[in-house]
């Protein structure tokens, strides 16, 4: 699909989405590709905002499931949060219904029910009672991520229990790694399964063709950015040759004589060399970025290519079990990032530090890094911190107190910063990063994580 642009690959899904909409069903189900998740995980995302199109109403449901009795009082934790009142009055959206006479100015949530998923339901239809709603159904969406193998058996309880008339729910399933694959078959409810086709790389890179041929289509620099997205391509596509598109690029690199491309050429052949597990390759091209790189005045942007190259130097060194090396990386990565102002990479570079030193067993060690990245991370905004990789640091640092059997004072105060840096439900939102962190080192996995590809 030459043509494929995102917009085409979005309405696929919305006209999918409409197949369903208007029928009777209890559960929908995404089937897809992990590469797909995003775009239909932002449908869904869209759908539970004022611009959505279905006139179903969507929640989304962030709460994690590790056991049933944890996640349902966690899930009712989450519900009543949202008749909390914000403190800017124009995001206040019960206010507003209420003020425009769509809801009784008297109604609150009963906090008097017990924190389980039943209450959830019976507040929810009781909200729905009030509204001006007829046709329209509460769709509780459940977002892909890291949940326990029991979620699936939840779900199938509750649908042999039988979901309330306005309520249903909707999850992603990806293919390869189905959890939900016994929810298709249930007896009683009635699931959906929804399946779509869609080409979504394609789709990224004509639209990043079309910004790139704007403008002087044929003119070095927008060839580089061409040659950039082909040398990616080559690391998947094995009619094409990594070695040769790395010679274009660092050709058409050198052409434009200034540092930011010479550099760029070879941080992004590092990249796909590393991909492709050619790692004799990448190292080389990663101290020609160091070396270009290491003295940051020489350009604006020279820091992030040069804080990239030695992040995937680390990951190098590691997968050749040299820790020492790796180490020495990231106190490098740490040190200029303090002395950047850049908070995320002072915490991420003490969170690698902290890791390894506990894999290794040196407990002291690792609870000194795991202070130092905490220390870094309560600088950024909440909202970063309940989303990001502080919690895998939060987490360590539990353990590692724990395990070191520190003065039970020590891991009181920890627990009490967590309610803080984070918030009360921190314990739920830990109980999640073990399982994401033994894959943190996974070679496409580390790729997604650094994002460190960013030509612009």
């Known amino acids: 699909m030459q043509d494929a642009t995102i917009a085409q690959e979005f309405y696929k899904i919305r006209n999918t989405w409409k197949t369903i909409d208007g029928k009777k069903w209890d559960m929908a189900i995404w089937a897809c590709d992990y590469h797909d998740i995003d775009i239909l995980d932002k449908f869904m995302e869209i759908e539970t905002s004022p611009i959505g199109m279905f006139n179903d109403i969507f929640f989304r449901i962030t709460t994690l499931y590790i056991s049933e009795k944890t996640f349902e009082e966690e899930l009712w934790k989450e519900f009543t949060n949202w008749f909390i009142p914000p403190k800017e009055e124009r995001y206040d959206m019960l206010g507003a219904l209420k003020k425009d006479g769509y809801l009784d100015k008297n109604y609150t949530v009963d906090l008097s029910l017990p924190p389980t998923f039943a209450s959830v339901l019976k ?10 709603l007829k046709e329209e159904t509460f769709i509780l969406y459940f977002p892909p991520g890291v949940h326990s193998d029991g979620f699936e058996k939840w779900f199938l309880e509750k649908m042999d229990q039988g979901i309330p008339k306005g309520i249903r729910f909707a999850t992603i399933d990806p293919i390869g790694g189905r959890k939900f694959g016994n929810l298709v078959k249930h007896k009683k409810a009635i699931v959906k399964e929804l399946s779509v086709t869609l080409n979504m790389a394609a789709a990224m890179k004509n639209a990043m063709d079309a910004d790139s041929n704007e403008s002087r289509p044929h ?35 050198y052409q434009l004589n200034i540092l930011n491309t010479k550099a760029t050429s070879h941080l992004v052949s590092a990249i796909a060399f590393y991909s492709v597990k050619e790692d004799n390759l990448a190292i080389e091209h990663i101290e020609k970025t160091l070396e270009m790189t290491e003295d940051d005045s020489v350009a604006e942007d020279a820091y992030p290519m040069w804080r990239s190259a030695m992040l995937l130097k680390a990951a190098l060194v590691i997968a050749k079990k040299d820790t020492n090396t790796a180490l020495k990386c990231y106190r490098a990565v740490a040190t200029k990032a303090v002395n950047k102002g850049d908070i995320f990479h002072v915490m991420e570079a003490y969170r690698m530090q902290a890791f390894y030193h506990f894999k290794e067993g040196k407990q002291k060690d690792a609870w000194e ?69 033994t894959k943190y080192l996974n070679r496409s996995t580390w790729l997604t994580k650094n994002k460190i590809l960013q030509w612009q």
């Open 219 to 253: 003119s070095p620099n927008a060839k580089f950015q061409k040659q950039v997205r082909r040398i990616m391509e080559a690391t998947v596509d094995k009619k094409m040759s990594v070695s040769n598109e790395s010679e274009e690029l660092l050709k058409l690199g």
């Open 369 to 437: 890094a795991c202070v130092y990245s905490l220390q870094a991370g309560t600088n950024l905004p909440i909202e970063i911190r309940r989303e990001s990789t502080y919690l895998f640091t939060a987490a360590l640092a539990l353990k590692v107190a724990q395990d070191s059997r520190m003065d039970p004072t020590i891991v009181q105060k920890l627990t009490e910063r967590y309610e803080k840096s984070i918030g009360e439900d921190w314990d739920t939102l830990l109980q999640g990063t073990e399982i994401i962190d």
């Open 123 to 132: 507040e929810l239809l009781r909200l729905k009672e009030q509204l001006p």
